[in-house]
């Protein structure tokens, strides 16, 4: 089976289904469902009532029982590539990443994989926390399909979370001259030059994708959240400001611009409105550890000892539930 030529059916929009927010450690977020074809469906090895089913299930976004369809599929042709790829994409879909990877994999066995059902395989084993296993599925698809922006972009992902910041800068501006208004591709460089220290070359960075987003119905609150944290730590407190308010324009809900403006609040000693950003944050994101250190750290300049004490006891539990789920 020619690996670029496979059936509608494998899920040919998921490359655009998935966005990662920002490079810190989000789930996959869904954006549509992907249209399953009747002509595509017919290709199954499904009988007609099966299919009929399969098609309901998708318009209706059931996709546990889309899941139990195929997997009954699979029980009387245990060796189709087409259902394995197919109940991998719903998998997926369904955040069930291992089953997804699995099914991937089985299928590999039987022919070679689809690009789309690779990619589906990679951010599988992102969300895994396996990004050396991503890694060499990316490979392939960059080297299978080089016009395609999405898969250095990824490696510039990867190379950002392995702190080898200079190959992310790399696969990132490969990104960008494949599709210059890759919004995500700018964020992902200026993340990676706040981190080599390029002040000035992550601004201009965060400014496009910033620009970029404000293009978006409904706007992405990262690049912003992006641009106004690194203009905190530069003490731009103006700027900031603005940019952190653009981040909650998008997403009022959003805990990590609660938190950048509850420590920007903390540095113009604006504590009590520090301390409301800072418990929204905690309120919306209840495993997010940075907001109960810093309201510790403000109870105790208030002289509030327990109240410290019990934000830092919060903090330094969080941060240890997380070590626990930190990437491999």
């Known amino acids: 089976m020619n690996a670029k ?3 509608a059916v494998l899920f040919s929009a998921l490359a655009a289904l998935v966005c990662w927010a920002g490079g810190r450690g989000q789930q996959p977020q869904l954006l549509e469902v992907p249209g399953i074809a009747p002509s595509a469906l017919k290709r ?5 009532e099966s299919q009929a089913a399969l098609e309901k299930s998708f318009k209706a976004r059931d996709f546990k029982r889309a899941e139990i369809i195929l997997l009954k599929g699979l029980e009387r042709t245990p060796k189709s590539p087409q259902l394995l790829t197919l109940v991998g994409g719903v998998f997926f879909l369904d955040g069930e990443y291992l089953n997804s990877a699995v099914a991937m994999k089985k299928a590999e066995a039987l022919a070679p994989l689809d ?29 299978s399909d080089p016009q395609n922006a999405i898969y250095p972009y990824w490696l510039s992902r990867l190379d950002y979370d392995a702190m080898d910041f200079n190959s992310a800068v790399r696969h990132a501006q490969k990104a960008l001259e494949l599709n210059p208004d890759f919004l995500k591709a700018y ?16 601004i201009q960075a965060y400014s496009k994708a910033v620009r970029l987003s404000q293009k978006d119905r409904p706007c992405s609150p990262w690049p912003s959240l992006d641009f106004g944290a690194l203009l905190v730590k530069l ?9 952190l308010k653009q981040s909650l324009a998008c997403d009022p809900k959003f805990p990590r611009a609660h938190y950048q403006m509850g420590l920007l609040l903390e540095k113009q000693r604006n504590d009590d409105q520090a301390i409301s950003e800072l418990k929204r944050a905690a309120a919306l994101d209840p495993g997010y550890a940075d907001p109960h250190y810093l309201l510790g750290r403000i109870y105790q300049r208030q002289g509030d000892k327990q109240k410290a004490a019990e934000a830092l006891s919060n903090f330094q539990q969080l941060k240890k539930a997380e070590s626990h789920q930190r990437p491999r």
């Open 5 to 7: 030529k496979a059936p």
């Open 44 to 48: 199954l090895p499904l009988d007609a």
């Open 115 to 143: 690009d789309r059902s690779r990619f589906t395989l990679a951010m599988a084993y992102v969300t895994l926390n396996h990004r050396d296993w991503a890694r060499p599925e990316l490979e392939k698809l960059a080297g």
């Open 187 to 202: 964020d992902n460089l200026g993340l990676c030059y706040e981190a080599l220290g390029q002040y000035e070359r992550a």
């Open 235 to 243: 003490d731009r407190l103006g700027a900031a400001e603005e940019s």
